[in-house]
């Protein structure tokens, strides 16, 4: 009986150590990225043109700062797609370019797992972008997000193949052609009003029917 359980206990021993050794390696928790939204976008290096952007406009603090914030990052090929001297007339002008940065940020963390639950998703700079997927692709406003859930420090980027725009407000006033009834043909018709009724004045005073029957 002794000789057996020596046989066993060496087993027995090996095997748990081997489950010492292998928990403690799958309970523990996945690295936390220990870069934020800006320095991630200059170390992945296909999003020179944005990291510019956000410099002139002043936004640099604001994506280095705590968020947490989501981001839908334009590539360098997604602003070569817009025509030629568009980025270099952006950089000049701070206010416009800044209002466009800011369409591209989403306030707080929202990973592509709720992202697809959305129809759309309002923006920092004030007016919202519409998400659908289509084809198992995701699309934001135009622009399909070709790279999703990249983890940074403050919060999280997704990477998109076109250069998202606000819509233009719309204008204050009619348009001055089309669309509009001429004058002239608002007088005529307060002419007609007014001649019906006075002429209705005129039948009902004369009008030999009562309207109601007194005994």
Request: hydrophobic share 50%; no cysteine; charged share 15%.
């Amino acid at each position: 009986m002794f000789s057996r359980v020596k046989k066993v206990t060496p087993l027995v021993l090996v095997m748990a150590m081997l489950a010492i050794s292998v928990v403690p390696a799958l309970a523990a928790p996945p690295a936390q990225a220990t870069k934020d939204i800006v320095d991630t976008a200059i170390a992945d290096g296909r999003f020179k043109t944005l990291v510019t952007a956000v410099q002139a406009a002043g936004l640099v603090d604001t994506l280095k700062g705590p968020g947490p914030y989501t981001v839908f990052a334009p590539t360098d090929d997604a602003f070569a797609k817009l025509p030629a001297g568009t980025v270099e007339a952006l950089l000049k002008d701070t206010p416009k370019l800044k209002s466009i940065l800011l369409y591209h940020v989403v306030s707080g963390k929202v990973m592509a797992a709720d992202v697809v639950k959305l129809n759309s998703a309002n923006t920092v700079e004030g007016k919202p972008v519409t998400i659908k997927v289509d084809g198992g692709k995701v699309f934001v406003n135009d622009a399909q997000v070709v790279i999703a859930d990249v983890q940074t420090s403050n919060g999280v980027i997704h990477v998109i193949d076109t250069v998202l725009l606000p819509p233009a407000n719309a204008p204050a006033t009619l348009p001055t052609t089309g669309g509009e009834t001429p004058s002239s043909v608002w007088l005529f018709a307060g002419l007609a009003l007014g001649l019906a009724l006075v002429v209705g004045g005129v039948a009902l005073r004369f009008s030999p029917v009562r309207l109601i029957n007194r005994d």
